[in-house]
């Protein structure tokens, strides 16, 4: 059993859910591989925290709320990847990490490129670095103080580095160069800045696993 039908059986069961109506891959597990994700709506008869529902830690999520249906896409920690509708009661998510995100589009950059995708990944990827450069821009700023350069600068360096980061082959590979070239230039100006890329990690080493 793949752990998106696991999980499904884990929701049937849980006290805070009162329907569980799937969609999408996990009702065809022929069609299920390792960059699938689990589709779910939820009827909830009571505010439940997304740790206890999942078994899991969420590690970057988006979420948004319409018409009193909430829509959470989130990555867990493990690299599971759910995709919820719930309504009647909440979903209720942990602080949101600063660097949500970008944590959050370099989940989905691997999955696309993992699945051969390159463009919408490398449009992913391409976020997060220009992200990054503004870090550079910014450490600019407060090295020269001014916000004004007729020349380049030290930091100019980003701009090669950035190629670096992005050179080789369009794969989920490269979604960890980014997170690496992003976490630098991020913690050039943000000395209160932790990465931790556990989740996208994990999002790549199940899809590079052989079933």
Not at 125 to 138: F, P
């Amino acid at each position: 059993m793949r752990w998106q039908q696991s999980l499904l059986e884990r929701l049937r069961t849980a006290p805070a859910v009162g329907a569980v109506r799937p969609h999408g891959s996990v009702l065809t597990p022929d069609e299920l591989d390792r960059w699938s994700d689990l589709d779910v709506e939820l009827d909830l008869v009571a505010d439940v925290d997304a740790r206890t529902l999942l078994g899991g830690e969420p590690w970057a999520w988006q979420s948004t709320l319409d018409d009193g249906v909430q829509h959470v896409r989130t990555v867990l920690a493990d690299g599971r990847r759910v995709d919820f509708a719930t309504r009647g009661a909440t979903l209720e998510l942990p602080p949101e990490p600063p660097d949500n995100s970008q944590r959050f589009d370099l989940a989905r950059a691997a999955t696309r490129f993992g699945r051969g995708a390159d463009v919408i990944g490398l449009h992913l990827v391409l976020g997060v670095v220009r992200e990054a450069l503004v870090h550079s821009m910014v450490l600019a700023d407060q090295r020269e103080g001014t916000v004004h350069h007729r020349f380049g600068s030290a930091t100019d360096v980003a701009a090669a580095a950035s190629q670096t980061a992005l050179s080789g082959a369009l794969s989920p590979s490269l979604a960890l160069r980014v997170a690496s070239f992003y976490a630098e230039s991020r913690a050039a100006v943000d000395e209160d800045y932790r990465p931790d890329w556990r989740g996208l990690v994990a999002v790549v080493a199940a899809g590079s696993r052989r079933s």
